[in-house]
């Protein structure tokens, strides 16, 4: 459906987001990820009017939208205000010109924020559309929204007197807007986390050889980081809604701290803060098929959290957190948040009352942390990463000890080019190939030959291609585990190109 389309059905008299950014591919231009009324993620417009629009000559952009109103068949009388905002990628500039124009021409109010991070802008609406509720529609806003739920968090919780956690962070801002956005931040938080910032944008391409999803893909740290043994480290990914952390050993060896291993120290973190104040919540946790099986086990065994599987995109995570009274959800790239019912519970007295000061401390505290923090709809790097820092500190670890709560079984992902990726069709939040005929058995044969093994296919959402994913006990098994499954993809499911080879 394209843009205007999209607008017309959903935004009536409410203001949306438009935000004007791109997959990881550094060499690509950008799309529009749209917003709903609630500040929910509500479709990923790559391949629409807009990148049309991004293609033709200025002169011809008016003429252009005219000829889509006419097609969409959008009624030029809807009063719609649409937040426009943009990344720093050189095609966004005028990607967000001609969007503008098209939602004037299809009689809505536009308003430019220029440069912000795709949840900045998920805030802006959700703040607008709440009437201020849920904070000032601004920038000095949202980060004294976050800044002040941080320090105040910070303050409460100490810091423990033998504590390894080290108050400087190093953040690699994959040379987009969350660089900017973190130098921004960095004043309001400094009395408790120094942010030393590299991959700034000042000299660097976007996401090129950096950025969050450069490091998990790779595990490896980014370029243009000076790294020091055990120094915390954490990479935002171009548009600032992602974030892994990371640390090199003594040995040189690389650790990376995913999403999975975020949303384990939430979940954990936010049980002890219920167990402590006596409040009776359902608390889940929600991963996709990506989530490292060594994380689902912690989940299940040490933790005793419940856990969901959902369909990948972060959309999906959210819907099926919704239906935990407390949901952390993340993908294992590193993109996703909390949502909560929290507060309707807040005045719900425990059913059997603890110590009375411990009950309303770790009550303050969940308050704190639900209403600043977890309200944002959709993954944050920037509040990501201050609730990461403010549970470090609170235990007094360092990146090292947080990662020693489990280990993660050596994983895989390769793509594979097809024919057409829509033959593959998967059931069971995307765990299993339904068609073709024949492919999850051989799969199933495959993964039968390895230790701790595991691997699914999936037609990616994003990119014209198939998507391998394999674990196993051993980096060299992952890998061949997953140029087998690749093969079985590129014969049965109509490969093209070179067949696939994760080594
Ligand atoms: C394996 C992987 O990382 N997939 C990513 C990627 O989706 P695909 O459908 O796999 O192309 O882009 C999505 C949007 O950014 C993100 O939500 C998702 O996690």
């Known amino acids: 459906m394209g843009v205007l389309a999209v607008l017309r059905s959903r935004i009536k008299k409410a203001t949306i987001g438009a935000m004007i950014t791109a997959s990881h591919n550094p060499e690509e231009d950008n799309g529009i990820k749209l917003i709903d009324p609630a500040g929910e993620m509500l479709e990923v417009t790559w391949e629409t009017h807009a990148t049309y ?94 800044s002040t739920a941080f320090c105040k968090l910070r303050q409460q919780m100490g810091q423990k007197g033998d504590s390894a956690y080290k108050l400087t962070l190093k953040l690699d801002g994959a040379n987009g807007v969350g660089a900017q956005k973190a130098r921004q931040l960095s004043p309001y938080i400094s009395d408790y986390l120094s942010i030393d910032i590299c991959n700034d944008g000042s000299t660097g ?67 002890e803060l219920m167990t402590r104040s006596g409040l009776s919540l359902n608390l889940g946790l929600v991963q996709t098929a990506y989530a490292n099986g060594s994380s689902t086990e912690y989940i299940t065994k040490t933790l005793k ?51 009375l000061l411990s009950y309303f401390i770790s009550l303050y505290m969940l308050n704190l942390m639900m209403s600043y923090y977890f309200l944002q709809t959709v993954g944050d790097a920037i509040s990501d990463m201050l609730l990461v820092e403010v549970i470090l500190a609170t235990y007094g670890w360092e990146a090292s000890n947080w990662d020693s709560a489990y280990t993660d079984l ?5 793509k594979v080019k097809v024919e057409d990726r829509t033959v593959i069709t998967t059931a069971d939040a995307e765990r299993t190939a339904v068609t073709p005929k024949g492919l999850q058995q051989a799969v199933d044969n495959l993964v039968a030959k390895y230790n701790h093994g595991r691997s699914f296919v999936r037609p990616s959402g994003t990119e014209d291609v198939v998507r391998v994913y394999a674990e196993a006990d051993t980096q060299v098994n992952a890998d061949k585990l997953a140029d087998e499954v690749g093969l079985a993809v590129y014969s049965m499911a109509g490969g093209i190109g070179d067949p696939p080879n994760a080594s």
């Open 410 to 414: 050596p994983n895989r992902q390769l």
């Open 53 to 146: 629009l991004a293609n033709v000559e200025d002169e011809d952009i008016t003429s252009a939208i005219k000829s889509i109103v006419t097609k969409e068949n959008v009624p030029m009388d809807v009063s719609a205000s649409v937040y426009v905002a943009m990344d720093t990628r050189g095609s966004s500039r005028r990607l967000s010109e001609a969007l503008q124009c098209g939602v004037q021409a299809a009689g809505g109010l536009c308003t430019d924020f220029g440069l912000l991070t795709t949840p900045q802008l998920h805030y802006m609406v959700r703040c607008t559309n709440s009437n201020g509720l849920y904070g000032v529609a601004t920038e000095e806003g949202y980060f004294q929204k976050l």
């Open 305 to 355: 959290v419940p856990v969901a599987c959902a369909a990948t995109g972060v959309k999906h995570l959210h819907h099926r957190a919704l239906e935990f009274d407390i949901g952390v959800y993340f993908e294992a790239n590193g993109h996703g948040t909390v949502s909560n019912k929290y507060i309707c519970h807040v005045l719900h007295l425990p059913g059997k009352m603890p110590c």
């Open 205 to 271: 391409k976007l996401n090129h050889q950096c950025g969050a999803d450069f490091v998990k893909v790779n595990q490896r740290p980014p370029d243009g980081m000076s790294l020091q043994c055990d120094s915390r480290c954490a990479s935002f990914d171009g548009d600032a809604d992602r974030i892994v952390y990371f640390y090199t050993d003594q040995d040189g060896k690389f650790h990376l701290l995913d999403g999975d291993k975020i949303a384990t120290l939430v979940a954990g973190y936010l049980q």
